[in-house]
């Protein structure tokens, strides 16, 4: 097993992106499997196509044999930089889970407003009533 000691960006690890020069980025590490292209079972292109990103989704759904993964090892050449990797993504899911946030308080708000008049309401029209068989109690009585 090769010792893990560079790290790399997201971006110079994007870099590698051919067939001439491919790296893989598989669960934060940096492979460099150029010459494993033409070996490779699964074919060249679905390599260079699993560049740029964190591919470890796409290796395991394909259910790689435990020879496959030992493999890997071989090809490691450091792990990513964990600060180089793109929060927007995030910060973009997280201002819209706060706006989402803000629309259920804001609807929550407006039907206890409402819930408040209607009851208020309610309360007014039943003394009225009350009170007008108390003043004006029924002929019969
Ligand atoms: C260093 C990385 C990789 C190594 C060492 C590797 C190795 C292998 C090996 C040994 C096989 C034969 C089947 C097995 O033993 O499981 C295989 C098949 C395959 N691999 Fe990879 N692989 C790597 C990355 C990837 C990635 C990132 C993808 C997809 C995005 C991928 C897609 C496939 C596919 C589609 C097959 C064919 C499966 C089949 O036909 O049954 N591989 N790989």
Not at 31 to 51: C, Q, R, S
Not at 84 to 93: G, L, N, R, V, Y
Request: aromatic share 10%.
């Amino acid at each position: 097993m090769s010792n893990i000691t560079k790290l790399y960006t997201v971006e110079e690890a994007s870099k590698h992106n051919t067939k001439q020069d491919c790296w893989l980025i598989l669960d934060g590490k940096v492979y460099n499997v150029t010459k494993y292209l033409d070996d490779h079972p699964g074919g060249d292109d679905v390599l260079v196509n699993a560049t740029g990103r964190d591919a470890i989704e796409d290796f395991d759904f394909v259910g790689h044999s435990k020879s496959a993964r030992e493999l890997m090892d071989t090809y490691l050449i450091g792990e990513l930089d964990p600060s180089s990797i793109p929060q927007q993504e995030d910060k973009a899911t997280t201002t819209r889970h706060q706006q989402q946030k803000d629309q259920v308080t804001q609807k929550s708000q407006d039907s206890s407003a409402f819930n408040y008049w209607f009851i208020s309401l309610v309360i007014l029209v039943i003394s009225v009533i009350a009170g007008g068989y108390l003043y004006f109690p029924s002929k019969d009585q």
